[in-house]
């Protein structure tokens, strides 16, 4: 049987179904990519396109075929098996759906049926039902207008759906993956065996999961149990109510399972729970940017008194302390913002002293040094720098601001190795909020749309190292087993 290690570079790709229909959906994602080696679509009815010939069928292709996308419709799937058998093909990804998810018997029949011919012949399946693989760094992609930067997040997706919305959420807020798979109905290659392969994958750093539903229970408990003692693990799992979970079963044919042990799962091991699409992208998003943090102590900065409030309302929801500052911390702050409206404390409000570069800094860099403050999280206005630089005739005044503050923020994470954050609301002024959003990604600071999500984030973060600590001296001692 091949592992996924021996099916994730293939040097051929052959794509049978490739159709005018929908303008060659996958042959295009891969000339889009630039996968690397050779493309053989397959269709009788169509000469070539994209300046690649076609092919009759696979058994015309003159080279040997290390992958196949199948996409017909599901009662020519089995004969499309059957000649990757006799090709020797190592794995089909098989996007056609109509099997077991369907909940029919036909469906049912054939599912069980291409499974057996597969595993006879030695091909690995990954689907049916899924979109299959997003590797940018090989060119391997699902969609033509995925980045081909690399990152450093894996992801593991039974719905296609969210695979693909995840890619580009994530690349739209400057996370990058090192692999993305989309495992649909999972009969052959499912989540457990593509987690452990991300746990050996040197240039995946985090693990994040959608998962509906898991027929093997134990080998799922011990890949996500190995993987987050060493990287962090992130799990969104669907079908948590009655509604959800008959939906689950005849999305992917998928078994959801009980809410309650999957909690106990999470509660035994360091996997980190994701209760929405949102916030997988933005721990996600956290790990990704941010150092390792301990503890669970935020400092906060804002413009605005009201805002301060509110974010310290946030933050403690999510599990955060906003600490008192020092006298001697409040001292040096209060020596630079001055003037109506300010407050020294934590949270900081900077009211009018938010359009002095030299203020924010000091701001930033003070809270970096105050060894009680774990982290810092920035609520970033653009709507005032934007508006007053027209006033004061000094149009530079925006980009000099978020320069400032992305220049002092990166200090902090370098020097003092804790994590910044920077939430921008989106309040109006678009173009504003993605000039700021984008000196801030370049800066190697991750950016939030509230406080709330950068907050829940970074607990979330806090609580992975923290009880990671704990685990890793458990193991050292021998005690791990017992304790999970």
Known sequence: MYTIEEIIE?????????????????????????????????????????GLKFY??????PDKIDYVICAVKAEHVLDVVRECVSMGVKAINIFSSGFGESGTEEGKRLEKEIVEIARKGGVRILGPNCMGIYYPEHGLSFR??????????????????????FSLAGNDAGLFFSKVFSFGNGVDITAPELIEFLTRDEKTKIIAVYVEGV???????????EAALRKPVIIWKGGKTEAGSRAAASHTGSIAGSPEIMEAVFTQTNVVPAESFDELLDTSLAFAYCPPVYGNRVGLISISGGSGVTNSDACIKSGLIVP???DETRKKLGSVIRGAGTS??????????????????TTVETLGDAPYIDSIIFEVQVHYPSFYAKFIDTPELAAMIYKTISDSCKKVVEENKKPVLIAIPPIGYHEAVRIARDMFLEAQLPVFPSVERAAKALADMSKYYSKGQKLKELEKQGLLQATV
């Open 10 to 50: 293939p040097s051929t790709i052959a794509i049978v179904g490739s159709a005018r229909r929908n303008e060659f959906y996958f042959l295009r994602s891969l000339v889009a990519t630039g996968f690397k080696g050779a493309i053989y679509p397959v269709n009788p009815h169509v000469p070539s396109a994209y």
């Open 56 to 61: 009759k069928s696979l058994s015309q292709i």
């Open 144 to 165: 033509t207008d995925l980045r081909r930067k690399r990152g450093p997040v894996g992801f593991v997706s039974q719905s296609g759906g969210h695979a693909i919305s």
């Open 215 to 225: 027929n093997d229970g134990a080998r799922f408990m011990k890949a996500i149990k």
């Open 324 to 326: 008192q500052l020092s």
């Open 344 to 361: 020294v404390k934590n949270p900081v409000d900077l009211a009018g002293s938010y359009l002095n570069p030299d203020v924010v800094a």
